[in-house]
């Protein structure tokens, strides 16, 4: 199993919340499952792809909990949502995977 927390550093917005999870996982020494997405080096809707590709290689068969806020409706705010289908990371703010 594996932790990839999906966001940018570079807003004020919710997004910057996941790879702030991510560093805070990843440097918890009780934690030990590989997370990929930080503050240092975030997993965004840009490098997406790539970085996922990048993992699978590393990690064979393993399963992937993704992290990622949601711009969403009010009467969903604070929700967590367990899917178990594909994501469409900034989908709610108009961008596009690569």
Known sequence: MLVI????NRTNTIDYRDPFIGSLLKE?????????GTMVKPIHV???????TET???????????IDSALTTDDKIGQIFIKSKRMLPGN???????
């Open 28 to 36: 918890d020494r009780d934690f030990d499952v590989p997370v990929y």
């Open 46 to 52: 840009l490098n997406l792809t790539q970085s996922i």
């Open 56 to 66: 699978r290689d590393l990690h064979l068969n393993t399963i992937i909990i993704a």
């Open 5 to 8: 927390c999906i966001g940018t």
């Open 92 to 98: 709610g703010v108009g961008k596009k995977m690569k």
